[in-house]
């Protein structure tokens, strides 16, 4: 099945910085989505982005379909921006499911 | 805006008892789906249904699970005989069409088995 890698697995900011996450993925996709999962569990979906580039306030992200990646930018950070940012995808070839990448785990100071 | 709810937000159990988790999924949605988050690990596929079967099951989908739609609005997943490792916050989803489209989840179920 697909293949999905986030980087980096931890990130430490400091608050007003930038980051940009990344996930990679094996297949050709026809879904992809950024979540963020705050400290109470709750998944918040931040974009449906399997092609393209989009934005919405600080955060933006980017996917290149045919690089097999996709990019999330967070600008100027905040304390509440931290928690685990998951990429999902699915793929031409997957089935009906959506696999999660492992997270990016960010933490965010003061 | 429409969302996902499920039920129950905590349950507590011992182990080998039956345990019932509820999700209410989208209204003009037709693709259900369970997840399964274990504490500080990664959110795992279990399964996804459509038109009242399973369409796909993951490995960890096995014969202690089973999920239905009992009736038009609700879709349950249903642990037969919990096991101390299905401790564990589980997600529903839905979405309109197969493999496209957004996915929406529920804001899940934590479960603990003792």
């Known amino acids: 099945g697909i293949q999905v890698e986030q980087s980096p697995p931890d990130l430490i900011l400091q608050e007003g910085a930038n980051s940009t996450l990344r996930c990679n993925f094996s297949?050709?996709?026809?879904?992809l989505q950024w979540f963020h999962q705050n400290p109470w569990g709750q998944l918040i979906n931040l974009f449906y982005?399997?092609?393209g580039t989009k934005q919405n306030g600080r955060l933006s992200a980017t996917t290149v379909a045919t690089e097999r990646y996709s990019l999330l930018y967070i600008s100027s950070s905040q304390t509440t921006d931290s928690g685990v940012y998951f990429c999902?995808?699915?793929?031409?070839?997957?089935?009906?499911?959506?696999?999660f990448g492992a997270g990016t785990r960010l933490f965010v100071k003061a | 805006e429409p969302e996902v709810t499920q039920t129950p937000s905590h349950q507590v159990t011992q182990m080998g008892q039956e345990v019932i988790l509820r999700c209410v999924p989208i209204?003009?949605?037709?693709?259900f789906y369970w997840y399964r988050q274990i504490l500080g690990q990664k959110v795992e596929f279990l399964v996804s249904?459509?038109?009242?079967?399973?369409?796909?099951k993951s490995e960890i989908f096995d014969d202690q699970f089973s999920v239905e739609r009992p009736d038009g609005s609700n879709f349950t997943l249903k642990i037969r005989s919990t096991k101390l490792e299905d401790s564990a916050m589980y997600f529903c989803?839905?979405?309109?069409?197969?493999?496209?489209?957004?996915?929406?989840f529920g804001e899940g179920s934590r479960l603990t088995v003792l």
């Open positions: 989803a839905s979405r309109p069409e197969a493999n496209t489209g957004e996915l929406f």
């Open positions: 999902a995808v699915g793929s031409y070839t997957g089935g009906f499911k959506t696999i």
């Open positions: 982005i399997p092609s």
């Open positions: 249904f459509y038109n009242n079967e399973i369409s796909e």
């Open positions: 297949d050709s996709v026809n879904n």
């Open positions: 209204s003009n949605h037709l693709y």
